[in-house]
């Protein structure tokens, strides 16, 4: 069964956090979520978030997909943290995918995975970034890179993830009990 890292940064957005989580578990995949520290995380509306471990701890461990939820100041505090920026970078090298939403391909293009690439993200979240190919999809995959532009999307987001890892009879099969 695949596994999925989705570090949980205070300041994260809680819809696509929380989206991705349960959409991959109720695929059947194995979802850790890291906060940064041992703290409980505060998303950016104030929602408590517990996250199953600490950063530190899941990065002792293999993952075949890492998922940067965005929102502010998620965003920066993902920015900010050297081991996201070591470990999105280590994965790409790797071929394993990497996924992030909202504001959080600016992680990706700061660690220089997207230049020349394919993405989306919240409106203006790339705009420094002149070297990405900047696209207004919901979700936007080049290769192993997947990004999407926010709240609103995350389902969309999170049902690409479940059908890349684990394929479409799958996804569908986790749509139809979402009845959309």
């Not at 471990?53 to 002792?60: H, I, P, R, W």
């Not at 920015?79 to 504001?103: E, N, S």
Request: with cysteine; glycine share 10%; net charge neutral.
């Amino acid at each position: 069964m695949p596994k999925v890292l989705v570090p949980l940064a205070q300041g994260c957005e809680e819809i696509e956090a929380i989206t991705v989580i349960d959409i991959l578990r109720r695929a059947g995949v194995e979802v850790v979520s890291a906060g940064l520290d041992a703290q409980l995380v505060r998303a950016s509306r104030g929602v408590i978030l517990l996250p199953d471990t600490t950063l530190g701890s899941a990065l002792k461990h293999d993952f075949d997909m890492v998922v940067l939820p965005g929102g502010q100041p998620g965003t920066n505090n993902l920015k900010a943290d050297a081991r996201i920026l070591d470990l999105v970078q280590r994965m790409a090298q790797q071929g394993k995918y990497v996924a992030a939403i909202c504001a959080a391909p600016s992680v990706l293009a700061d660690a220089g995975l997207l230049d020349g690439k394919r993405a989306t993200s919240f409106p203006g979240a790339l705009d420094a970034f002149p070297q990405v190919r900047q696209q207004h999809a919901a979700v936007v995959e080049d290769g192993k890179l997947i990004t999407s532009r926010g709240p609103g999307t995350a389902m969309d987001f999170a049902l690409t993830l479940v059908e890349r890892l684990l394929g479409k009879a799958k996804r569908l099969e986790v749509e139809a009990g979402l009845q959309r």
